[in-house]
């Protein structure tokens, strides 16, 4: 049998690496977290868990809420089987993430935040103001709420250096010299002149949690993050404040595109794009997003609808966006008020009633129609002022007027007249597909106060439910066909 030439380069094409994926199983090489605070006397804890025997190199970004400029980023070395523990807490009228874990963090961390002997790290304002000001806040409380990613940049794998030996912790659990680690970085360090020396590529392995934490309140919010596996085939291992790894640092496929494996409709789309941040985008891509709520004030229940736009920045933001004239998937460039993206909801109760909330078709003049303006937003769906996470965020949709409880159903391919939005679509892939709405994570937070259970003892519940979504791809040629 001969295999002709045409044949050889369809199974070469076929035969490049696995596109990315959203991980099912949350085990991979990226994890997203769609929300942190430190508002309001709360904290954030973080987890992060190495499942493998391997020595993890991993990169810590930390985003603001408002058009996502770094915060925050430093490496951490998580030794075989290791778990890293820190906590995002107010420092001052700023923020820091500190620590009580022994794993080696590049930079070390500073051992003393408000006088305690803790080792922390400071969030900085930096990327948003001064010669960075981007027409947002300038404010220190900007850093307060957000998202944030890990990327592995690869194993440790080779022991030459006496680094793997330097991560790993001995009976003591403690590792044996963070020192060696934060030396490699220096100048004339081992990493500073070749930063792939003694690691692999990255090969997942990696879960993690958060929990938004008021102690005084007895409020306790657990967020899991989003998952990516095959984000890079290659080692991404970079100095601590360095911009990579990022969503646009993925790796290419043998055509020299960038591909991701979308779930639509119980079926699995492969989609090739020529920038990485839009196969990124396309793992994210939902058209509509699905939640319960609960807005009772008699069971004195608060609900807020948190939604991040992981790579909302790459498209709105003029110092990341190279210039763009078109901002697809979102609406326009980061201005004073945010980057505004409509949406459009319809609100249920639980016996199937729908009417009309604000932003409807009947709004009265002058009325703001619903729409999403940060990289990570926060609608408390209760009267101002009231919000179960805190939130400084808060956007104006109050619908405790309509339904107590019930279920919103969020169109984000449609306005709040309902009117679709042309802009909220991904580049066209190399297939001719085009994924509708907008990328997108997040989830619902309830909390309810009771007072009535014992004499002088307030009792709070608190729970966490993420964001149910569907996807919808289209050709390019025809919209009313649906990819195959």
Same mark, same amino acid.
């Given at each position: 049998?001969?295999?002709? @030439? ?58 603001? @809420? ?15 089987? /290791? ?23 590049? %930079? ?57 030996? @330097? ?8 590792? @044996? ?24 590529? %990255? ?18 919010? =657990?967020?899991?993050? =989003? ?161 179960? !996470?805190?939130?400084? !965020?808060?956007?104006?949709? /109050? ?11 969020? /169109? ?14 991904? =580049? ?48 390019? =040629? ?7």
């Amino acid at each position: 049998m001969t295999v002709s @030439a045409a044949c050889l380069v369809a199974l070469a094409a076929s035969s490049s690496a696995g596109a990315m994926t959203l991980s099912a199983r949350r085990v991979g090489q990226v994890l997203e977290f769609p929300y942190y605070t430190a508002n309001a006397n709360q904290g954030t804890l973080i987890t992060l868990v190495n499942t493998t025997e391997h020595v993890k190199a991993l990169k810590l970004r930390f985003h603001e @809420a408002y058009n996502g400029r770094t915060v925050a980023s430093f490496n951490v070395y998580l030794s075989p089987f /290791d778990v890293w523990t820190a906590d995002i807490v107010a420092n001052g009228d700023a923020t820091a993430l500190a620590t009580r874990d022994n794993s080696c963090t590049v %930079p070390a961390f500073s051992t003393s935040l408000g006088g305690v002997n803790i080792a922390n790290v400071a969030f900085s304002s930096a990327a948003y103001t001064g010669a960075q000001a981007d027409g947002g806040p300038a404010t220190a409380g900007r850093m307060r709420e957000g998202h944030f990613e890990v990327f592995e940049m690869g194993e440790v794998t080779n022991d030459a250096h006496g680094l793997i030996t @330097a991560v790993e912790h001995g009976s003591n659990g403690v590792p @044996a010299d963070c020192g060696k680690v934060v030396a490699a970085w220096n100048m004339g360090g081992l990493w500073a002149a070749n930063s792939s020396a003694d690691l692999s590529a %990255p090969t997942g392995g990696l879960y993690g949690s958060t929990a938004i934490v008021n102690a005084a309140q007895g409020t306790f919010f =657990t967020v899991a993050p =989003t998952t990516i596996d095959g984000f890079s085939s290659g080692i991404q291992h970079t100095p601590p404040q360095d911009a990579a790894p990022d969503f646009d640092t993925a790796s290419t496929q043998v055509d020299g595109k960038y591909a991701a494996s979308v779930d639509v409709g119980g079926h699995i789309v492969e989609a090739r794009f020529s920038k990485a941040v839009d196969a990124v985008s396309a793992l994210f891509m939902s058209e509509k997003l699905f939640n319960e709520y609960v807005v009772s004030a008699s069971a004195g229940a608060q609900t807020d609808w948190v939604s991040t736009f992981p790579t909302k920045r790459f498209y709105v933001d003029p110092a990341l966006n190279h210039g763009l004239t078109s901002l697809q998937p979102f609406d326009g460039a980061f201005g004073a008020d945010g980057a505004c993206a409509p949406f459009n909801s319809q609100q249920f109760d639980r016996e199937e009633l729908t009417m009309a909330p604000a932003g409807f078709p009947e709004q009265p003049p002058g009325t703001i129609a619903p729409q999403f303006c940060h990289e990570t937003s926060v609608i408390a769906l209760t009267p101002a002022g009231s919000s179960a !996470l805190k939130t400084s !965020l808060t956007e104006p949709f /109050d619908v405790s007027s309509v339904f107590s409880s019930g279920h919103f159903i969020i /169109d984000l391919t449609n306005d709040g007249h309902f009117h679709p939005i042309d802009n909220h679509r991904l =580049t066209t892939s190399a297939e001719g597909f085009v994924l509708l709405g907008l990328p997108e994570v997040g989830f619902v937070a309830e909390n309810f106060v009771n007072a009535n259970v014992t004499a002088g003892v307030l009792a709070n519940y608190s729970g966490v439910y993420p964001h149910k979504s569907t996807a919808k791809c289209v050709l390019a =040629t025809d919209a009313t066909k649906a990819c195959p």
